[in-house]
């Protein structure tokens, strides 16, 4: 089982930890580990948890974030039909990218997420890098294509 520690730590690897507001690639107002607050706003308890984020948020604050995005992304992926016969380790990388697309973005994959509800690892890691996201995050699509491809996590 992959705890949320772990959860944590493999997507502060990939999207970075930044404690002041910046500018992701897309132009979106992010802070955190990878937090848009452009289509992600703060919720309630987060803004009183987290303060006012323009002066900088601590790294508690970017994890409690962190967990509450995992939290909520988890809970959309659990309704896609294919969350129930996946591992953990391909549960994850279903995370990973809807934390890197938005969940929307991942619904789009519908042929790789067609070959999972199938076990068909092979097909549906050729879908994964089979798209503009492997063309933009070469090295993070090839690593999550490989996860869901042989089900172990290699840097």
Known sequence: MITLYEKQQRLIFHEGLKLKPYRCSRNYLTVGVGRNLETNPLNEVEKIVVGN????????AALFLLRNDIERLEKKCSDLVCWGVLDDERRYALLDMSFQL??????????????????????????????SYAKQTRTRAERIARLIRTGRWVL
């Open 53 to 60: 984020v323009f002066d900088g948020i601590t790294r508690n």
């Open 102 to 131: 938005g969940f929307n973005g991942l619904c789009k994959f519908k042929k790789m997420l067609s070959a999972l509800e199938k076990n068909d690892y092979a097909t549906a890691s050729k879908e994964c890098l089979d798209s």
